[in-house]
């Protein structure tokens, strides 16, 4: 019966390291894409201010960038824009 105990304990143990490993691969590839475009939109008087900011691992700076759209504009469009202005700067 010894036997059986320590073989049942072993295969526990394993499977219980196996899901850790995994489970910790997981967490860093979601770390690793978690880097994304953030946005903050501020209401001002004739448009919105967009507040565009990111972190550049890189240099290890955050930056901020302002755009401003103005109420004769359509705001999705915009914000289309500003997104692939920004793709291409970085």
């Known amino acids: 019966m010894n036997f059986i105990t320590r073989w049942f304990n072993r295969k526990v143990k394993n ?4 899901e ?3 489970r910790e691969k997981a967490a860093d590839s979601s770390r690793l894409n978690s880097n994304g475009m953030n946005f903050s939109a501020h209401k001002a008087n004739g448009g919105f ?9 890189h240099r290890d700076r955050s930056e901020n960038k302002l755009h401003i ?3 004769d504009r359509d705001l ?3 914000l289309g824009k500003i997104i ?3 793709t291409l700067r970085s």
């Open 49 to 57: 201010i967009i507040e565009y900011h990111y972190y550049d691992r």
């Open 84 to 86: 692939s202005f920004e």
């Open 15 to 18: 499977a219980l390291a196996e």
């Open 69 to 71: 759209v103005t109420d």
């Open 20 to 22: 850790c490993i995994i």
């Open 76 to 78: 999705g469009e915009e």
